[in-house]
């Protein structure tokens, strides 16, 4: 029953904005450290953002002051906010929750987004 679902991957223009989300179910999700990863074509995967269970939140460089991350417990949901988007920012993105402590760590499917007019 462990889940790890995403959404709001799409196409949108240079400069626009997109919001993704993942959903999590089977586990306690607000002890878990989620991030946000990307990979495109050729290239490493790599971690956006973090939010940790105490809500402290980590970006790239690539990244920081356009993208936002945050989480509602409640609702087992962590947000990645993406304005001002740049061609470069096309990638799939995937949501990953890990606790290192349980050893335990799981990811989401996976959804692409493209940035080009």
């Known amino acids: 029953q462990v889940q790890l679902v995403e959404s709001g991957g799409g196409l949108v223009q240079p400069g626009g904005s997109l919001k993704l989300s993942c959903t999590a179910s089977?586990?306690?999700?607000?002890?878990?450290?989620v991030g946000w990863y990307r990979q495109a074509p050729g290239k490493q995967r790599e971690l956006v953002a973090s939010v940790n269970g105490g809500g402290n939140t980590r970006y790239a460089d690539s990244v920081k002051g356009r993208f936002t991350v945050s989480r509602d417990n409640a609702k087992g949901t962590v947000y990645l906010q993406m304005n001002s988007l740049k061609p470069e920012d096309t990638a799939v993105y995937y949501c990953n929750a890990k606790h290192l402590g349980l050893n335990r760590q799981y990811w989401g499917q996976g959804t692409p987004v493209t940035v080009s007019s």
């Open positions: 089977g586990f306690t999700f607000s002890i878990f450290t």
